[in-house]
């Protein structure tokens, strides 16, 4: 894992996946979104509105899965002090916090046909709403200081804090009555979806994940290419410094 | 031990302090989390009821439901114990007898005035035709109630 922290040979590595990523992105968005709006059955009960279903589930998985990633990479961060790591986990905050609220606004756009309301305070809802709480206070600690360094390490502990609350969105509705409905696919004995129903939302998730490589990549080759630059301008201020300080001391004397 | 080590424990030892202290909230606060409560517990006065305003949640009752007027009545069980409801209202597109529901109100004499009826959906997801070929080979397992005439 060590051998990743460097920037090079992670430029390299990356270099390699994207353009592998972009295709899968591409493509499993594309076939996903003609399965979800064309190519899939109406359900018995929903009817055409189940559709909402194929976004809504699979940014709901991107929340919470981008908020584990950062998590993780932010104790790496921590106990490592990695700043590759660092900048992963600051790339994905915004990910993760646009898919948790396009999660919450599919919600309501569902909940109001369906359910009769577009909110409740049920412990599904309530928990989803707090983990788009914990992706704004992330960003907004991580720039919250003058010292970039101490920032990171602030909203790295926020991330790691705030990561028990992903166990607690999965579970939520098996420990507390919800108006929320169960867990259709991952849950014990096999999932409660229909096979047709199932390839709409696989494809969307792949998609959604291979999205999330695209962005961290790009936004990590901007933060190392502007990282160098910042090295690049400080060398020459400095060389520039350096020129001029003989000249101010001839001056004085 | 390296620092990293030390920093290694550290988190480690921190997430577990979290994790316990957000599971003992959490239990500690169950009676609050639950979003309503079964008839059983009401029946059973397991909750205060009196002028509280609650919600009530289970499937409603096949064939209870009855059109008054501008009001609908219903029964909410659990299979064990059932409530009355009464409501007057628009009722969501998913209620019908068999489903799920969670109605908030107040309970007053024995029955439920709901001031609102939330339809409540399970977790199964399937095509209209295989619907309908369980029912036929009579493997449903579902509510499979039709919508009834009153709460149309």
Redesign the interface.
Known sequence: MHRFANPARFLRIAALIQPWSVAVAVLALGAGLWFSLFAS??????GET?RI?YIHVPSAWMGMFCYTAMAVFS?MA???KHPLADLLARATAPVGAAFTFVCLVTGALWGK?????WW????RLTSMLLLLFLYLGYMALADAFDDPERGQKAAAILA??G??NVP?IKWSVD?????H????VV?MGGP???A??MVPLILMAVGFKAYWVVVLILRARAEIAGAKLRTLRMAQIHAAGQLEQPRAEQGGS | MTR?QR??YF?VL??LA??AA?ALV?TAL?ED????F?PTEIVEAKVPTEGRRIRL?GLVETGSVVKEGASVRFTVTDGAHAVPVIYAG??????REGQGV?TEGRMDKGTFQAA?????????????????SLKKSGQWQGDGGKTPEAAK
Not at chain 1, 181 to 184: G, H, L, N, T, V
């Open positions: 059955p109406a359900d018995y009960q929903q189940v279903m104790a921590l106990i490592w046909p369906m359910w009769g309301t409740v305070w049920d412990a790691l804090v990561v028990v607690i420990w507390w009555n919800t108006l409905q169960p867990a259709s849950k409660a979806i229909d047709a129903m | 990293k920093r290694l988190v921190g997430l979290v994790g957000a959490l169950k989390i639950v979003f309503f079964s949640g628009i009722l969501p597109d998913l209620f969670v609102e009826v939330l339809a409540k959906h399970d977790e199964n997801y399937m095509p209209k035709e295989v619907a309908d």
